[in-house]
């Protein structure tokens, strides 16, 4: 994989690196997130949405203390970098109402089906924001976006081998804040240099973004699952 084309297969990714600690503990420790959960010894509903729920929990603390933590639940989402065979990538400018801006962000949408694996979200909400389907799907990260108060998970894909859905295959209509999106091709560069300068704000785009850069330029083995569509 060279350059800001995708080609070629992709090589397993390495297992995760041990670092030492720096606080004196033992170690070392492997570079990999770990699943954990400390006693809730009583919880409280704050808020019920149609989106979101709100909750309190009293969370037991490994030296005895228990302290009160509210949790926003979240449905999740996906979020797609689609690049065609010269390095472009499909964005979209968004209004963004908690925020008060149009952001310039990759397709993305909640996985608001039950039981849809998160390439088929992707595959539809791409489908839908864009236009395109893609025949190859690489996944470049999975994130909690605010895991100090949210459970939200993002799943990132790369897309490539796009092309567009044949007149008369797309049966969605745009409604709200995408009724007057705006759909565009941007150079994979020039998407990098605007979230280095500040220009872009939505914090997934950024990521999906700079680490579509960094797996093109750099060793085939940076993008570790390779899908099909419906995998």
């Given at each position: ?64 203390t228990a302290a009160g933590r509210e ?9 797609i970098v689609a690049l065609d065979g ?146």
């Open positions: 994989m060279t350059g800001d084309g995708v080609t070629g297969d992709v090589a397993a990714a390495p297992g995760p690196a041990l670092v030492a600690r720096a606080d004196g503990g033992p170690g070392p420790l492997p570079l990999r997130d770990k699943p954990e959960s400390w006693p809730v010894t009583a919880s409280a509903e704050l808020a019920r949405g149609s989106l979101i729920r709100v909750r309190n929990d009293t969370v037991q603390m490994p030296g005895g949790v926003v639940e979240h449905p999740g989402a996906v979020a010269t390095g472009r990538l499909l964005m979209v400018r968004q209004y963004r109402h908690p925020v008060g801006h149009l952001l310039w962000e990759i397709p993305a949408g909640l996985r608001d089906v039950s039981g849809e694996p998160p390439q088929d979200t992707a595959a539809r909400e791409l489908a839908e924001e864009t236009g395109y389907r893609a025949a190859r799907w690489h996944q470049l990260a999975d994130i909690y976006s605010s895991p100090g108060f949210s459970n939200e998970q993002i799943v990132i894909f790369l897309a490539t081998d796009l092309e567009p859905l044949p007149a008369g295959q797309l049966n969605f209509v745009r409604e709200h804040e995408e009724a007057s999106m705006a759909v565009a091709w941007v150079p994979l560069a020039a998407a990098v240099a605007a979230v280095q300068a500040g220009d872009l704000h939505n914090g997934v785009t950024a990521l999906g973004i700079l680490s579509a850069y960094a797996a093109l330029g750099h060793a085939e083995g940076m993008l570790p699952r390779v899908s099909q569509p419906g995998g």
